[in-house]
């Protein structure tokens, strides 16, 4: 291999190596917009989490929307227990009714004696 020939293995090196850093610039730059573009669009999802409780370190409780139903279900350890979730209550009735507190007495001042 004589020395003209390792030259221009040496540059064809360099020339391809700089072609893939240009391709990544452009892809940086010009990469999301470009993607999205080619991308399909997606339909409206069907399944939803609507609420999630966590009861303890094990369990949770979460309200899962499919198709317009909810359901309640119970995860954690081990198993899932699902029921239907129960009909959403108005925000009026869930506020706690206010207590009722006993009427104080007046206290008679004290004669000073």
């Known amino acids: 291999?004589?020395?003209a020939s390792f030259a221009?293995?040496?540059f064809a090196l360099a020339i391809t190596i700089g072609l893939i850093g240009l391709a990544g610039v452009a892809l940086?730059?010009?990469g999301p917009e470009a993607m999205a573009r080619?991308?399909?669009?997606?339909?409206?999802?069907?399944?939803a989490?609507?609420?999630?409780?966590?009861l303890d370190p094990s369990r949770?409780?979460?309200?899962?929307?499919c198709d317009g139903e909810e359901r309640l279900l119970?995860?954690?350890?081990?198993?899932?227990?699902?029921?239907?979730?129960?009909?959403p209550v108005p925000v009026q009735s869930r506020a706690t009714p206010p207590r009722k507190t006993p009427p104080r007495k007046a206290r008679k001042p004290k004669a000073d004696a």
């Open 1 to 3: 291999m004589d020395l």
């Open 8 to 10: 221009r293995a040496v």
């Open 28 to 30: 940086r730059r010009f």
């Open 38 to 47: 080619f991308a399909p669009t997606r339909a409206e999802r069907r399944l």
């Open 49 to 54: 989490v609507v609420e999630t409780l966590v």
């Open 60 to 65: 949770r409780l979460l309200i899962v929307s």
């Open 74 to 87: 119970l995860l954690g350890e081990g198993q899932v227990l699902n029921a239907p979730a129960p009909a």
